[in-house]
């Protein structure tokens, strides 16, 4: 599913929309302050700016099971309220039947890799609010 929408509710009516059933992923990642840290870095993330991200949880949901941006922060908040971002990506199925149980872990362990090695390029990502994130 190419991933071109300028909100939450975009990703979730364009998933509800696709042919192949579908998985959306979740990797949800606090702010961390790296080891190797200058001064400056480490003033600058003590007043809430800069530090990178780290993996914190991962989930998966078909379209059905999330109401919204809202629900999702809400059932996240009961696991994990240090979170900064949140990245999602989509697997579609095939042949009408959904992801498997396998497919689905290996990709949520390839997005739990990417975030924290800083690739973020084919994923969505959102702030606590909503809005989307944009990484240079």
């Avoid at 689905?104 to 702030?127: C, K, P, S, W, Y």
């Amino acid at each position: 599913m190419a991933i071109n929408q300028s909100d939450f509710d975009d990703l979730l009516q364009a998933a509800c929309a696709q042919v192949a059933p579908q998985r959306l992923l979740f990797v949800f990642a606090q702010a961390v302050l790296p080891d190797d840290c200058s001064d400056a870095q480490r003033a600058a993330f003590a007043a809430g700016d800069g530090g990178a991200l780290a993996p914190l949880m991962s989930v998966d949901k078909t379209p059905a099971e999330l109401a919204g941006f809202a629900a999702l922060v809400a059932e996240s908040q009961a696991l994990s309220a240090g979170w900064a971002a949140v990245f999602v990506a989509s697997l579609g199925g095939r042949g009408g039947s959904a992801p498997t149980t396998t497919e689905t872990a290996r990709a949520l362990e390839q997005m739990i890799d990417a975030v924290g090695n800083g690739r973020f390029g084919t994923m969505l990502a959102f702030n606590r609010e909503g809005g989307i994130l944009s990484f240079a």
